[in-house]
């Protein structure tokens, strides 16, 4: 239109760091066509190529460079040095099986020749006749069907104790039991009990039998001086 100014503006894209120029041009009042305006453009920041796009990348892709961790590496805790084995303590001595019986019998010996030396006491001797007293005496309890010290027959522990052959001078006492299955509860039982326990312990009896019959679980310990 005649009469007024018009801008047109010079854009120059030199790269990072060069000024944009903005040139005002007066137009004056003629005909000529005027130059047509360059077309838009965006103008990004930060330098920009010039010249014709890069080829398309082709073949195999470079390998890429090592991968950055966000966070430092957890360190490996040093291997822990194995525990030493802890050492057992010493179980109990074996039970020595005293010559003269065998079996559950034998057991009962010498759990009470081990308990008497414990307390202070010697241990005790195998009597035959006390052993065949002993026997005797379960073996009746069991097949006739009661439990006692004395027979249905009226008989006495001591007076046992000399029919089967012991000194009548020397009969001491006489432990008796039925139901338990070995020897070590037998004499738990017995130990826990205190007239029992006073004949297992009695420094003063020397001598023993012991009788066991399996059909009950019967025992019997006949003590002599």
């Not at 120059?12 to 047509?36: D, F, Y």
């Not at 027979?151 to 020397?170: H, Q, S």
Request: charged fraction near 15%; aromatic fraction near 6%.
């Amino acid at each position: 239109m005649i009469g007024r100014r018009r801008l047109v503006p010079l854009l120059a894209g030199l790269g990072c760091g060069a000024l944009i120029a903005v040139v005002t041009v007066l137009v004056g009042p003629h005909h000529e066509q005027a130059p047509p305006a360059p077309e838009p453009s965006t103008t990004l920041a930060g330098p920009q190529a010039v010249g014709p796009p890069p080829p398309e990348p082709t073949g195999t892709p470079a390998p890429l460079g090592p991968l950055l961790l966000p966070f430092p590496p957890i360190p490996v805790p040093p291997p822990v040095p194995p525990v030493p084995p802890v050492p057992r303590p010493p179980g109990p001595p074996p039970i020595e099986i005293p010559p003269g019986l065998s079996g559950p019998a034998a057991q009962v010996l010498a759990i009470t020749n081990m308990q008497r030396r414990a307390a202070g006491c010697r241990a005790l001797t195998v009597d035959p006749e006390l052993t065949r007293a002993a026997q005797q005496h379960s073996r009746d309890m069991a097949t006739r069907g009661y439990f006692s010290h004395t027979t249905p027959d009226g008989k006495t522990w001591d007076a046992r104790e000399i029919a089967a052959g012991f000194p009548e001078d020397k009969t001491g006492g006489e432990n008796i039991a039925y139901g338990q299955a070995t020897a070590a509860i037998v004499m738990n039982v017995w130990m826990h009990s205190p007239p029992h326990r006073k004949n297992i312990l009695s420094c003063e009896f020397t001598t023993i039998g012991i009788g066991y019959y399996p059909n009950g679980h019967y025992w019997t310990q006949d003590f002599g001086y």
